[in-house]
């Protein structure tokens, strides 16, 4: 896998993303990590706009934690 964090502010400031979507959908902190690295791992391989990463991977983590748990992308991200 890539390094995801280029610096130790940029961790921090997903850190702080992911804490907030673990308090907002509910899922323990361990199962919110690793959905939106694998989320921020996919935008980082084409983004040419650094700024935007944290905004989309936080939302779409946050729409694959809403899905129901028999979601097929959910538990292959869990599994």
């Known amino acids: 896998m890539p390094k995801?964090?280029?610096n130790p502010d940029l961790?921090?400031?997903h850190l702080k993303a992911m804490q907030a979507?673990?308090?907002e959908t509910g899922h323990e902190?361990?199962?919110v990590k690793q959905v939106y690295e694998v989320?921020?791992?996919r935008?980082?391989?084409g983004a040419h706009l650094k700024?935007?990463?944290v905004l989309l991977s936080s939302r779409r983590a946050r729409e694959s934690l809403s899905k129901p748990v028999h979601s097929k992308?959910?538990?292959a991200v869990t599994a």
């Open 4 to 6: 995801l964090y280029d």
């Open 11 to 13: 961790e921090a400031l």
């Open 21 to 23: 979507l673990a308090i």
């Open 29 to 31: 902190i361990t199962l």
């Open 39 to 41: 989320e921020l791992a």
């Open 43 to 45: 935008l980082q391989t």
């Open 51 to 53: 700024e935007y990463v």
């Open 73 to 75: 992308r959910l538990q």
